[in-house]
């Protein structure tokens, strides 16, 4: 039998999607916390672009302006992006609520999928009923988590 018959499950397998648990203090609060740390990052997000617009439209004598509506996304996806990969795996809004990011195997996550995730959570704002699966698992993960393979925990002291 070749190794592609050799990998089937039976009927009484776990299928791969299900989440390990992890001890209750890791995830204690995770849900409140992401949401305040979400408030402090879209200031910091919009300090940013502010200050990012402002200087381009006094180099390029204001015909940046027009570059102003995707500025704001190209300057999350990098925020996220780098702040999450970085090595305090956090956005600075996540640290000041004492959460860190992680991949499912508790690894760093890469900046790929860090910016991923952010992508996936802003085009998860227009649909606020896909929040509601968060309260469903068991890791207290959003949809946008687990399609990025990460998992936003309490930092360990």
Request: hydrophobic share 55%.
């Amino acid at each position: 039998m070749s190794e592609w018959g050799s990998s089937r499950r039976t009927a009484f397998q776990e299928p791969s999607f299900v989440e390990p648990l992890l001890p209750p203090p890791v995830l204690a609060g995770v849900r409140t916390r992401r949401i305040m740390a979400l408030f402090v990052d879209l200031i910091l997000v919009s300090m940013v672009t502010f200050a990012l617009w402002v200087a381009l439209a006094f180099l390029t004598f204001g015909l940046s302006l027009i570059a102003f509506p995707p500025l704001f996304p190209a300057v999350a996806f990098f925020y996220n992006g780098l702040t999450i990969s970085g090595e305090a795996m956090a956005t600075p809004g996540m640290r000041a609520m004492d959460l860190e990011v992680r991949l499912m195997n508790g690894a760093r996550v890469p900046f790929l999928n860090a910016a991923a995730h952010a992508v996936l959570f802003y085009l998860s704002t227009m649909f606020l009923p896909v929040f509601v699966v968060s309260l469903m698992s068991a890791n207290k993960r959003c949809l946008h988590d687990m399609i990025a393979g990460i998992i936003v925990i309490r930092r360990c002291i």
